[in-house]
């Protein structure tokens, strides 16, 4: 079955420690997407891409790094310099275009401590 | 910048009463809109989705959503809520490069 991958689902860090979250989709979606989720405030755009070697900053990219190096995969950087890293992140694909919906992988919950 | 309100944070209604749930947006255009669902610790399901035409539009396990252009509004609803509805419903609206702009979500609690 075609889906978003998203791996681990639970994940602890020490403070001061970088981090990759990984995310693979085989839908053949050309854009991708990672979001951050916080009770009470919805999801907030962090980093997306629409093609392959291409990727734009969201609404709160601060202490976040991407890449996009093949078309299935968009793994997802917590650096050091998140002030606050502890959330739950959900990764999404679309096919980019026409107002096509996204597709959401089941979300991992990273905790810094 | 687009937004989205869901001015509901929590709504708990009865098994069998009817659902709506509250979605207002800001948006130039014609906008592209859509409701999601979220079980705990889940990631999100498309609902449905309204791009253009009829204004009632239909999605998945019993769901309907009218788009009111006048009030800039696209609330949810259902007849009768299931238990199994119990779950937080996120509205998004559709930014340029194909980006979801979200509410920040009601928690539907159902009483049996």
């Known amino acids: 079955d075609g889906g978003i991958t998203q791996s681990p689902k639970y994940l602890f860090r020490k403070e001061g420690q970088n981090v990759t979250l990984s995310c693979e989709q085989n839908l053949n979606h050309d854009a991708m997407y990672w979001y951050r989720q916080d009770p009470g405030q919805g999801l907030r755009l962090i980093y997306y891409s629409q093609i392959v070697n291409d990727f734009q900053k969201g609404d709160i990219a601060e202490g976040y790094s991407v890449s996009r190096e093949k078309k299935e995969s968009f793994p997802l950087t917590v650096t050091s310099a998140q002030k606050n890293p502890t959330a739950f992140y959900l990764c999404a694909s679309s096919e980019g275009q026409g107002g096509s919906p996204l597709h959401f992988g089941n979300g991992t919950r990273l905790t810094v401590t | 910048a687009q937004s989205v309100t869901q001015p509901d944070i929590h709504i708990t209604v009865s098994e069998g009463a009817s659902l709506e749930l509250r979605c207002n947006y800001s948006?130039?255009?014609?906008?592209?809109l859509f409701w999601y669902v979220q079980s705990p610790g889940q990631g999100l399901q498309l609902l449905l989705k309204y791009f253009s035409g009829d204004t009632l539009v239909q999605g998945i396990k019993g769901f309907e959503a009218e788009f009111k252009r006048s009030q800039s509004s696209f609330n949810l609803r259902k007849p009768s809520v299931h238990w199994s509805d119990a779950a937080e419903y996120f509205c998004a609206v559709l930014e340029y490069g194909n980006k979801l702009v979200f509410g920040a979500g009601t928690i539907l609690r159902v009483k049996s």
């Open positions: 948006y130039g255009a014609t906008p592209y």
